[in-house]
């Protein structure tokens, strides 16, 4: 209750405050010479309105916390030249402008995680450590960054600009070699490693190839809990990820043995299965039940191809270590059918899956107000036909109205041309 409390007032002092800036074109003018974060958003947009309160929560605790960044939101429907020029698709949208540079947030649409990629982008792209305390605090507070060990080198130019490209996702540091934990052993310099899972791993060019591909495959934790936001980022990986599909609340035996297997694999098998495969496990199983199509069993075990929307399911019973192994080489070798995909059939089937998906979720929490959504519609185009089948329309009536005229007319003149018989019979009384 308290917190709830703390964020409606920080989104009223955010307001009153003028922490939250609406912005126009004029805002093009001077962006260049600031830090500004910018939530992209078209009034329409129903999610757009959900999330206001946050966004009026990042924009107080920001100031609050005397960040230089500049807290602002755009209509991008009002203001189209902006949206086109930053090419914005969806709402809402986050940039975070530093100088020319644009960097688009990607994470849970919360507080906490918005603050958290705000100070790490509008700060240095790589941090230097200078002194053992400073690097036992970047191991303290974050449980994956890179580290770039040495003096300056070509390695060290190249290291700053995949820093550049991947600041969005973790954390870029540099130190030299008296700085490290005695545990850090080194056999030369200059090197790059990156810190996770309680340990560390040396970038090899030899083995480990391009820079930026490394940085993108080790920029996760060997083996967590993956959430649909991650899960949704690892389609831009080019590994496939393996999964346990387990349910936390009632866990079961198989459920613990299928997490114990694929962590088993993460860390055991890491040098046979680190280029190839991501391992964690999910709790909610709506993402991967969008790519099947279908409801997963759970517990169970599966491989995803985010790439290309893709599955793979075992094709008999998962109980030891050598199952699984043996599965995840038979996906490799191209044993294993892939299911799904991004074919334009199954990107149909899929549309059909998820609107239906939707309506049955939105019956389910609020049916009375689904039933009036859908009998609108459904009202109005029935009276649009009956409307249509009852109508006379007035090019039928005119004729029918000049027929009457002429009949009138032609009644008239052929009743002057007949004789008046009262007035013939006076006429002859007269002549007679």
Known sequence: MRNVILSALLAVFAVVSGYVEELDEKFMEHRQNDLWLVEFYAPWCAYCHTFEPIWYEVGAELKSMGSPVNVGKIDTIAHTSIASEFNIHGYPTIKLLK???????????TKDAIIEFTNRVAGPTVRHLSSVQLFQHAMSHHDLFFVYIGGKSLLKAQYHKVATEYIIHTYFFSASVDVLPKAVALDEVPVIAVFKDGTFYLYNEVLDGDLSAW????????YFQIDNFSLYQMGELSKLVALAVVDEMTPSEESILYKTLIERLSTEYRDQFKNDYQFGYVTDSEYINGIIMGEIMMPSIIVLNMSVDGYFL?????ETTEDVIHFLNNVLKGRVKLLGGNGILQQTKRLFYKTKSTVVTSFQTAPAFCCLVCALPVGIVLIIIWGTCTAVPADDERPGEEATSISASDGKRAKLS???????TSGEKKKD
């Open 99 to 109: 100088g020319e540079l644009s960097f688009d947030y990607k994470g849970p649409r």
């Open 215 to 222: 940085v993108n495959r080790e920029r996760f934790p060997s």
């Open 314 to 318: 075992p094709g008999s019973k998962i």
């Open 418 to 424: 007949q004789p008046d018989k009262r007035g013939k």
